[in-house]
């Protein structure tokens, strides 16, 4: 019970790691508020959540939309009194090469990997500074942020970019005792990474079998390590990106 009553915000919380991540932090003993675009896909998150501890609350909303960024954050603190944890896992992948990406596809990318990180982490600090508590934010990045594969030009950049902001952000809110890092998953099996999605359905054997542990991850592999920097073992780390990939990146 790492997390035992700590108030979280947990987004993209519908499918994939972050219903991994909201599972992981009700065993774990936090009270969660899980935001998604996802209705059905939340609730099921919080249904599943629940038979591990506390039933965490939901919110649909996108996380792009900036009328609504500050309220993401009221709505914990409504519901719980405080917030303690941000966990910024939502995010949206777009294949295509280069030269031929397309423009509205790139601000998509941007809106939701990258400036609503920013932006709800923003609310959140803002909130943290001026009740004196030290908060934790933990994103979900991606091994994209230090290498690429083709066609993933915007996402590796979003990517690339949380990776600076978390050291950024952690620079200017060590001194408020925030702590800010990132969780950078490799090939993870999910909803982005399903067959029939925009990645190519015969990835799963050619990622294993160029990752030194020789499967692809699971989302508890992520949750387990997003819960470890959310808790009180991980008060002084900051600034970090830390790569759950299998050793993939190793892999000349
Ligand atoms: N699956 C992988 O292999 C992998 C690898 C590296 C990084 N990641 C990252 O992990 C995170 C989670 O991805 P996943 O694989 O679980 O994907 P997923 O598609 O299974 O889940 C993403 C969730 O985010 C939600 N979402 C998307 N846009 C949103 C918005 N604007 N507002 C609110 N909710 C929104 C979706 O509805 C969905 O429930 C993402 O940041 C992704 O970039 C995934």
Redesign the pocket.
Known sequence: MRLHGKATII????????RGIAIKFAQEGADSLL????KA?VEETARLAGAHGYTPKTMV????DRTLQGKIIQRAIDEFGVLDILVN?????FVAPFAEFPTDKLHRIME??LK?PFLLSQHAARYWIEAKRPGRIVS?????AESVQANSVA?SAS?GALRMLTKAMAFDLGPHGITCNAV?????R????RPGHAADPTREAKSAAVIPLRRI?E?QD?ANAVAFLASSEASYVTGQTIYVEGGRIIWA
């Open positions: 987004t993209g919380a519908a499918d994939g790691i972050g935001v998604d675009l996802n896909g909303a996108d996380i792009s896992n939502a995010g949206v992948v939701v990997n609503a979900t990045s991606s091994i994209n996402y990517k950078g998953p490799g090939h993870t999910t909803g982005m990474t991850g989302p992520i």
